[in-house]
């Protein structure tokens, strides 16, 4: 793989981080606002919750996401540079995103099927990101 590949790569995990948080944040901004599902709540399980305190923690979280995607499109101007970003996501962010799945699955607040395919999917992302974090790693 050259160069010009490897640098693809990871352009491509930013951008995967980018679409993911920009999707996550709006749904969770809408939520917010309205306090009813959206149009990607059944995908989030944002629906099963209600209540002021809901809407004030997903508009908390929402900052939160809008943010972080802000931080992956910063990164991806000077994508070998700051590489570390990937790492962050990671440790803590998607470590602790799986932790929260396995604890709402065990409280019974999502289907076993639900945590066991959101932990797989986020382990994924996470698998991309530090070969990404490699990759550019090699580069510099």
Same mark, same amino acid.
């Not at 160069?3 to 790569?9: G, N, P, S, T, V």
């Not at 996550?24 to 809408?30: H, R």
């Given at each position: ?12 995990? &930013?951008? /995967?981080? @980018?679409?993911?948080?920009?999707? =996550?944040?709006?749904? !969770?901004? %809408? ?5 009813? $599902? ?17 809407? &004030?923690? /997903?508009? @908390?979280?929402?900052?939160?996401? =809008?943010?972080?995607? !802000?931080? %992956? ?5 000077? $994508? ?21 799945? @396995? ?38």
């Amino acid at each position: 793989m050259n160069e010009d590949q490897k640098l693809k790569i990871i352009r491509i995990g &930013y951008w /995967i981080g @980018i679409i993911l948080d920009l999707l =996550f944040a709006i749904e !969770m901004f %809408l939520a917010s606002l309205t306090g009813m $599902p959206n149009f990607l709540s059944p995908i989030f399980s944002l629906a099963i919750f209600s209540g002021l305190f809901y809407r &004030y923690a /997903i508009a @908390i979280g929402a900052a939160m996401m =809008f943010g972080w995607t !802000m931080l %992956l499109i910063w990164a991806d101007r000077k $994508p070998i540079e700051r590489k570390d970003i990937f790492l962050l996501t990671c440790f803590p962010v998607m470590i602790l995103l799986m932790y929260s799945n @396995i604890l709402s699955g065990s409280l019974g607040l999502i289907s076993i099927g639900e945590m066991i395919f959101r932990t797989i999917f986020q382990s994924g992302v996470t698998s991309l990101f530090v070969f990404c974090y490699f990759l550019a790693k090699n580069l510099s």
